[in-house]
């Protein structure tokens, strides 16, 4: 997970990362082992972001699809 984490954090430097689908439905699980891996990776020019499980955990994909197609119809 911090082979793609680490690189978009340090670019992008967001304040909370979400996490949805099944990793997010685990999130509680492997929240500490994590949070030290990506602190044990990061810059110390970078502040580690607050992980959080996504609103609509499996459904997530889903909703962002629905979403989506719904501001593209709305822009016709």
């Not at 949070?35 to 459904?59: C, F, M, V, W």
């Not at 962002?64 to 501001?71: E, H, I, R, V």
């Amino acid at each position: 997970i911090t082979l793609g984490l680490v690189p978009l954090i340090t670019s992008l430097k967001p304040d909370r990362v979400i996490l949805g689908g099944p990793l997010g439905l685990m999130l509680n699980a492997y929240r500490k082992p994590l949070r030290k891996a990506i602190s044990e990776q990061l810059p110390d020019r970078i502040n580690q972001p607050r992980l959080h499980t996504a609103k609509y955990g499996d459904l997530s994909v889903i909703h962002g699809c629905y979403y989506y197609a719904k501001l593209k119809q709305a822009r016709r």
